[in-house]
C-alpha cells in the first residue's frame, strides 16, 4: 500500500471530487434552490413540481438532440479537440 500516485493519477481523483461535487450540486441543492424561487413568487407547490418536471424533460431532449450531431461533427470533421476544450 505504499505506492505512490502518479501525477495523472492524482490529477484524475481532483477531476473525480470535483465531478462529483458539481454533481451532488445539481441533485440536491439545485431543486431545493428552485423550490425556495418558487415559494417566494408565490407559486404553488404543484405548480412548482410541474415546471421543475418541464424545464427538466426539454434539458433531457436538447441532449438527447445536440448529443449525436455534435458527436458526428466532431468525429467527421475532426473537431473533438475543439469540442473538448474548454474556453469560457
Known amino acids: 500500500m505504499g505506492k505512490k500516485l502518479t501525477k495523472n493519477e492524482r490529477n484524475w481523483i ?7 461535487a458539481f454533481t451532488l450540486l445539481i441533485a440536491t441543492i439545485l431543486p431545493i434552490y428552485f423550490n ?3 415559494g417566494n413568487a408565490g407559486i404553488s407547490s404543484v405548480d412548482y413540481l410541474a415546471y421543475w418536471g418541464y424545464a ?3 434539458g ?3 441532449v438527447a438532440l445536440a ?3 455534435l458527436g458526428t461533427m ?3 470533421k475532426g473537431l473533438k479537440s475543439r469540442f473538448l476544450r474548454r474556453r469560457f
Open 14 to 20: 481532483l477531476y473525480d471530487v470535483g465531478n462529483s
Open 36 to 38: 425556495y424561487l418558487a
Open 56 to 58: 427538466a424533460s426539454v
Open 60 to 62: 433531457t431532449i436538447l
Open 67 to 69: 448529443g449525436p450531431v
Open 74 to 76: 466532431a468525429d467527421t
